[in-house]
């Protein structure tokens, strides 16, 4: 068997791809490098450089590799401020994506897809935590865009027999703990690493946005996630599919808020940089909490996340930009 991992350049992408080669799974890599970086490919992955919507390329890479069983989507734009902004790029490229890509599966006999969506699908959420079965209105067009493709999915599940896994998770924080692989992004909108890049000084200062949000300390509250956990989760859920499981939907997250003042903490202490910082105003289409309940995912899939302290997942975030202050350039 092998695995198709759509978007395996990018920054969850490449850990998965390097997860999923540490266990021997033959791995096809689909990457047309608009975000992605082709060093943070595992050499051992089998790489092709194009899109997922250019139906004969996909044709191509599925007729060159028969043993495909599974696909795992990584390869969604992901930037809810850029998404206000550009509302078409998000639904051509991640929606109407989706339909180009299942229409191939379709075509060519794969019928399973673990896809990597989003708590931003739930948009400011009515109870905390986050349980699967809560209403989804998302308030930014890349939520939409991705409650979208989970909808695409469930009706070509219906007609076609497409099983699937939609994954939803909050914030992604860390790199893999040796420092070779990790987060490169241009230009970077996480907090975490540019928490750090202020830490090595690229950067002279963090900015903050909004302090008046209806939290303890007024700042955002999200639950980070580490990519390998992220990573393990979506391998077990490619495995669940394997053993003739329905589709189902789970969130992914370490159950913890931390808000972006305690980031700014903790990561002033694994560093022992001072880390200076100033308020600024709000971004469109930020709720205020987001933490996710993922009993469902510990319970079915049998996920247990690893990195379950923030000060392990900033660690091994601060080992690849020490190592890699100019990300993938530095290899």
Known sequence: MAVLVLGGAGYIGSHTVDRLVSQGVDVVVVDNLVTGHRAAVSPKAKFYQGDIADQPFMRRVFAENPAIEA????????????????????????????????????????????????AATYGIPENVPIKETD????????????????????????????????LRYFNVAGAKPDGSIGEDHNPETHLLPIVLQVAAGKRDQLKIFGNDYNTPDGTNVRDYVHPFDLADAHILAVNYLKAGHESDAFNLGSSTGFSNMEILKAAREVTG?????????????????????????????????????????????????????????DR
């Open 273 to 329: 940089k001072p880390i200076p910082a100033e308020m600024a105003p709000r971004r469109p289409g930020d709720p205020d909490t987001l933490i996710a309940a993922s009993d469902k995912a510990r319970k079915i899939l049998g996920w247990n996340p690893q990195f379950d302290d923030i000060h392990k997942i900033i660690a091994t975030a601060w080992k690849w930009h020490a190592t890699h202050p100019n990300g993938y350039a």
């Open 135 to 166: 209403p989804q209105k998302p308030i930014n067009p890349y939520g939409e865009s991705k409650l979208m493709m989970e909808k695409i999915m469930h009706w070509s599940d219906l007609a076609y027999g497409i099983k699937f896994v939609a």
């Open 71 to 118: 696909v795992i989507h990584f390869a969604a734009f992901s930037l809810v401020a850029e998404s206000m902004e550009k509302p078409l790029k998000y639904f051509d490229n991640n929606t109407a994506g989706m339909i180009k890509l299942l229409e191939v599966m379709n075509e060519v006999g794969v019928k399973k897809i673990v896809f990597s969506s989003t």
